[in-house]
């Protein structure tokens, strides 16, 4: 059965700082992993994925993500935090063949000015 | 704008009670997903449907049906609604069958149960 685990439901960040929200997941077949982000009073919206084309994985609004198949992460980065990047994250998982996307249970970022 | 539309947005209602919740599906999606956001137990999948038909099950309770019609857009019915059943209930379409691309989120529908 495919798991996602977000550590830490609250994360809080200066603007301008790293931003690193952690993610790792349980599969017993190689996933697909997905970042999302959910801003207040909206629907959920994709950030990246990965399917097993490259390890680092480029997303929308200067996140990226790695896929350490040893750790069994999906971290997800951004270099420099901005006040728009505050929102809820989702990293959620689903695998060839499935029908079901699992979701965590989400990382709320904060970004102090 | 993801292209699903949820219908309504917000709906209070009272225990015991039966509502229909709408979504209609990006103009090409084929699947259906439903999940369902509380505070305590997160973003949690329901059921998808691929072109009218059920494809998996999630965590959904007996009291909840759902369908997908030939036009695709899909209805989720909650009946004898308790005060737990509080949640935003979001809709989601693919184009594909399987889980493996981008779904596509409508904004919601939020149900309060009083």
């Known amino acids: 059965a495919q798991s996602v685990t977000q550590l830490g439901s609250h994360v809080s960040v200066s603007e301008g700082a790293l931003v690193l929200l952690r993610c790792n997941y349980s599969?017993?077949?190689?996933?697909?992993l997905f970042w999302y982000v959910q801003y207040p009073n909206q629907g959920l919206q994709l950030l990246l994925k990965?399917?097993?084309?490259?390890?680092l994985v480029k997303g929308i609004n200067g996140f990226e993500a790695e896929f350490k198949k040893s750790e069994t992460s999906f971290h997800l980065t951004k270099p420099s935090a901005h006040m728009s990047d505050a929102a809820e994250y989702f990293c959620?998982?689903?695998?060839?063949?499935?029908?079901?996307?699992?979701f965590g249970a989400g990382t709320r970022l904060f970004v102090k000015a | 704008d993801s292209g699903v539309t949820q219908t309504p947005k917000h709906l209070i209602t009272a225990t015991g009670q039966r509502v229909t919740l709408r979504c209609s599906p990006r103009?090409?999606?084929?699947?259906v997903y439903w999940y369902q956001q509380s505070l305590d137990q997160g973003l949690q999948f329901l059921i998808q449907?691929?072109?009218?038909?059920?494809?998996a099950k999630g965590n959904i309770l007996e009291r909840f049906s759902a369908q997908q019609f030939p036009d695709l857009h899909s209805e989720l019915n909650l009946s004898s609604l308790e005060l737990g059943d509080s949640a935003l209930y979001f809709c989601?379409?693919?184009?594909?069958?399987?889980?493996?691309?981008?779904?596509?989120f409508g904004e919601g529908s939020r149900l309060t149960v009083l």
């Open positions: 599969s017993s077949v190689p996933p697909y």
């Open positions: 990965y399917t097993s084309a490259a390890t």
């Open positions: 959620a998982v689903s695998y060839t063949g499935g029908f079901k996307t699992i």
């Open positions: 449907y691929y072109n009218g038909e059920e494809r």
């Open positions: 989601a379409s693919s184009v594909a069958e399987g889980a493996t691309g981008e779904l596509f």
């Open positions: 103009s090409g999606d084929l699947s």
